[in-house]
Each structure stands twice: as structure tokens, then as C-alpha cells.
């Protein structure tokens, strides 16, 4: 019985998301793997930021210096491969269409091989998850998806996909989905888990992972579940 912990944002139900101080404490709470928001800014850094505003000033049309100003502690993608790349592998969401080379380059460059080898991308956005698929042949990726059936199921297998990434509820609603995942030879990697209680059943229902806000609360409720 396998389910990856992905920290969402890091720990980010104890600390701010997308901050280092939430990568840290997600690392101490022993999560697989952190998920991280990446954006590109209007002078072409990638940023760790999950809205597309900050203060009400849009990311993708502001220079980082700009937004560091509204948000001071606002990380780029290349810092926290230098400070974390080497300790834990992420999982990027791609939030910014046409941003896909960009972003794989930039995470090849920096990984070394063995943590390469664990890195995840996903998107909500098709074009953008099967672009990713295309830059990274050897890395996971996956389509965040609230489409849980058998055609979304078929579509991300056709396209070479290696995960499908459902929310928490559809799964536990049609759960004999992940059967055909499986059988499709895909991930099922769910998100919007909103409390400790459900990993059990997302396990039960053929959950491989999911993104967490509380990491080591995740954790004890399978090993309590296991026990």
C-alpha cells in the first residue's frame, strides 16, 4: 500500500505557502514530495506564486522587483532548487501557458540525475500538460482534472500522460475508476483533500498520492489506518 504525500504549497496548513519556511517544515514532516504554483513574470522569471494577483497587481504583467516590493518573501522556481532541490523532488504545477520550456530546462539544469528521475509536472491546463509531457519524456506528469471519467481517463492515456489527477470527492464517488486508471497504466493523484481522515479511504478507493496540507497529520492518519 503505497500513497505518496505531496506537500500542497509545502506545509502550508502551518506556514505560508509557497514559502521556504513551508518547504522546510514539510521536509521535517517527512512529505514525499512537495507541490509547488509556478508563474512567469513579465522580465521572464518563474515564480512560486498560486494567484495570478498580488495586491491586485498581476503577476504575469509585473517584473519580479515589482512584486518582491508586495511581497517580500515571493520565491523563484531557481531558488528553491538551490536551497531544496537537493533534498526533496517537487511537484510543479505550471500555471502560466507557454511557459512549458521555460520551466523543464530550468529543472533539468539545476537537478541533479537521481532527483530528476523524482520530479513531478502537472497543469490544469491540457495543452500545457501534454507540452510537458513532449519536454520531459522521463519525468511524471499529470492533468489536474475535475473530468473523473472514462473519456478523461482514455484521454490522458492516448496522450502519454502518466497520471491523471482527479479531486479528492470525485474519486470517492466513482472510486471503481481508478481500476481503469490502472489498467491504463496511469497514476491516479488526487488533490483538494480537505482533512487528514480521508487518506484511508482515498487508499481504499486507489488513490497513489495527493496533495496535503499537513503532511506529518496525513502520514499518522494511514499509519493509524495500517495499524
Known sequence: MTFLFIAHRGAS???PDNT???FELAIAQRADLIETDVQLTQDGVLVLEH???????SVAASRLSELRTLKPDLMTA???LRQFGGRIPFCW?????GAEAALVTLVRDLLPAEMWARTHFTSFFWGSAVKLRELAPDAAVGWLTRDWSEAAIKQVQRAGLSQICPPAAALLDKPELAALAHASGLQVRVWQVTEPALIPELVRAGAD???VNWPA???AALDGFRE
Open 51 to 57: 494567484d495570478f494577483e498580488v495586491a491586485d497587481q
Open 209 to 211: 498520492g495527493g496533495t
Open 93 to 97: 504545477e505550471l500555471k502560466t501557458v
Open 20 to 22: 521556504a519556511a513551508a
Open 13 to 15: 496548513a502551518e506556514a
Open 78 to 80: 531557481a531558488a528553491a
Open 217 to 219: 497529520a496525513a502520514r
